[in-house]
């Protein structure tokens, strides 16, 4: 970190104006999702990040909720794909159809044109449907038919999954998980917070079952924050120590693979939003450490408990200093 320098006020301004946003943002999620305050904040890590999350966690606990909550905090829009056996790439990219009075092919954009997607039960579906997110996952864009289609900047994919060993599942391949930048869960709500929502639910009739959110933010705000983010600073030894921890998992039996290049440039982006949340302007060791289960767990296929194996993987490398 540089000392010795004041910031500016405008630069003080923006700060402060950033910091609203996000706040703004925790807000809603928080009433819409209660008591996950944990789980919020490795969201809004992943948004800020430019990842992509994956929810590996049992039907009915708020998954669906938390998406449509955050798509209308950032004044985006919405979409969600329901994954089954005999779903297509093109139910989630769109296809062209021949219009009669034009006697041209017209393009109907697919769900995959929004800022925010669900994918629930994204394991449900085929490999052949689960690769049609890859390339807008990792460059923004879609082809279809050889024509390019750009996607929104901030496109941010939310999938859910079953586990692994419930009937009718296809396992992601490790290319398809390394598109996520962290996998979380959301479990059971603390028995305070699930009293509190049988009691918001007593009332007269509403054919939606959500609070009434309005947005916060708007997409262009969110780009904003995402590039302010990327400029957080990460020190020489701090990069050095990503790289030592990147070398074990690949050096270690029990992990199969090890992190890729892109998993640490991922890595390396999620600790830069942690410290942005904690009111940061520069990257500590804790930050990779405190996101290693998210990133990790999505990336490392393992038998037996892969948060045991982080913590070895963590315990193996020497905390650096940091530089002056």
Same mark, same amino acid.
């Given at each position: 970190?540089?000392?010795?320098?004041?910031?500016?006020?405008?630069?003080?301004?923006?700060?402060?104006?950033?910091?609203?946003?996000?706040?703004?943002?925790?807000?809603?999620?928080?009433?819409?999702?209660?008591?996950?305050?944990?789980?919020?904040?490795?969201?809004?890590?992943?948004?800020?990040?430019?990842?992509?999350?994956?929810?590996? =966690?049992?039907?009915?606990?708020?998954?669906?909720?938390?998406?449509?909550?955050?798509?209308?905090?950032?004044?985006?829009?919405?979409?969600?794909?329901?994954?089954?056996?005999?779903?297509?790439?093109?139910?989630?990219?769109?296809?062209?159809?021949?219009?009669?009075?034009?006697?041209?092919?017209?393009?109907?954009?697919?769900?995959?044109?929004?800022?925010?997607?669900?994918?629930?039960?994204?394991?449900?579906?085929?490999?052949?449907?689960?690769?049609?997110?890859?390339?807008?996952?990792?460059?923004?864009?879609?082809?279809?038919?050889?024509?390019?289609?750009?996607?929104?900047?901030?496109?941010?994919?939310?999938?859910?999954?079953?586990?692994? =060993?419930?009937?009718?599942?296809?396992?992601?391949?490790?290319?398809?998980?390394?598109?996520?930048?962290?996998?979380?869960?959301?479990?059971?709500?603390?028995?305070?917070?699930?009293?509190?929502?049988?009691?918001?639910?007593?009332?007269?009739?509403?054919?939606?079952?959500?609070?009434?959110?309005?947005?916060?933010?708007?997409?262009?705000?969110?780009?904003?924050?995402?590039?302010?983010?990327?400029?957080?600073?990460?020190?020489?030894?701090?990069?050095?120590?990503?790289? =030592?921890?990147?070398?074990?998992?690949?050096?270690?039996?029990?992990?199969?693979?090890?992190?890729?290049?892109?998993?640490?440039?991922?890595?390396?982006?999620?600790?830069?939003?942690?410290?942005?949340?904690?009111?940061?302007?520069?990257?500590?060791?804790?930050?990779?450490?405190?996101?290693?289960?998210?990133?990790?767990?999505?990336?490392?296929?393992?038998?037996? =408990?892969?948060?045991?194996?982080?913590?070895?993987?963590?315990?193996?490398?020497?905390?650096?200093?940091?530089?002056?």
């Amino acid at each position: 970190m540089i000392t010795g320098t004041k910031p500016s006020v405008d630069y003080c301004h923006e700060i402060h104006l950033h910091r609203s946003m996000v706040n703004r943002i925790r807000d809603l999620l928080n009433r819409s999702l209660l008591g996950k305050p944990h789980v919020i904040e490795h969201v809004l890590a992943c948004l800020l990040a430019r990842g992509h999350l994956l929810i590996e =966690d049992l039907p009915g606990l708020g998954k669906t909720t938390l998406a449509k909550a955050l798509a209308t905090s950032i004044g985006g829009r919405f979409s969600r794909v329901q994954c089954t056996p005999d779903l297509l790439p093109g139910d989630i990219t769109g296809f062209s159809v021949f219009n009669q009075k034009t006697r041209e092919f017209e393009f109907l954009p697919g769900p995959i044109f929004a800022e925010v997607l669900l994918v629930d039960e994204i394991n449900r579906t085929s490999p052949r449907t689960q690769s049609a997110l890859l390339e807008a996952m990792a460059e923004n864009q879609v082809t279809v038919e050889n024509v390019r289609y750009d996607l929104a900047e901030t496109f941010f994919v939310i999938a859910t999954q079953n586990p692994s =060993d419930h009937h009718g599942t296809y396992p992601l391949p490790e290319a398809q998980l390394d598109r996520f930048a962290m996998k979380l869960t959301i479990g059971y709500p603390h028995q305070d917070h699930e009293l509190e929502m049988l009691a918001s639910a007593v009332g007269p009739c509403c054919a939606k079952d959500t609070p009434t959110i309005q947005a916060v933010i708007q997409p262009a705000d969110l780009h904003h924050l995402q590039q302010h983010v990327a400029a957080i600073k990460v020190s020489k030894n701090v990069r050095r120590y990503l790289v =030592d921890l990147a070398t074990v998992t690949r050096q270690n039996g029990r992990c199969s693979p090890g992190l890729s290049p892109r998993g640490v440039l991922t890595w390396q982006r999620v600790a830069q939003a942690w410290a942005f949340l904690q009111e940061r302007d520069f990257v500590i060791p804790d930050d990779i450490q405190t996101v290693a289960d998210a990133v990790l767990g999505v990336r490392l296929n393992t038998r037996g =408990d892969t948060t045991d194996l982080i913590q070895e993987i963590l315990r193996t490398v020497k905390v650096p200093v940091l530089d002056e």
